[in-house]
Nanobody, 124 residues
Framework: VQLQASGGGSVQPGGSLRLSCTHS????????VGWFRQAPGEERQGVAC????????YVHEPVRGRFTISRAGTKNTVYLQMDSLKPEDTAIYYC??????????????????WGRGTQVTVSS
């Protein structure tokens, strides 16, 4: 069982991208998802999390107001809408699912089913 992130690319500062996270192998149609990112030479950090509805979402302070996490109508895809992108947003973005119902959205140790990430590059 893995989650797969896609939708990355290269954009100029101020631009937008929408990342998608899809799964294979989950029996449940709806599952909690966390987005994380890792810049070169840095540790992976939490970006946003979502529960079984958009109302149960959380976006971390460094990107709050610019990034939005949401679910597709079919529930098996989670989006990360990234607006007003900055060069410091450059990183590989990953999605994963919590190991249990009790988890810290900021802690990668609480997450599993990591797939390959998607590269986001913000540069002029």
């Amino acid at each position: 069982v893995q989650l797969q992130a896609s939708g990355g690319g290269s954009v100029q500062p101020g631009g937008s991208l929408r990342l998608s996270c899809t799964h294979s192998g989950f029996k449940e149609a709806t599952y909690d998802v966390g987005w994380f990112r890792q810049a070169p030479g840095e540790e992976r950090q939490g970006v946003a999390c979502i529960g079984d509805s958009d109302a149960s979402s959380y976006v971390h302070e460094p990107v709050r107001g610019r990034f939005t996490i949401s679910r597709a109508g079919t529930k098996n895809t989670v989006y990360l809408q990234m607006d007003s992108l900055k060069p410091e947003d450059t990183a590989i973005y990953y999605c994963a699912t919590p190991r249990s119902g009790e988890y810290d959205c900021r802690s990668e140790a609480d997450f599993t089913s990591w797939g390959r990430g998607t590269q986001v590059t913000v540069s002029s």
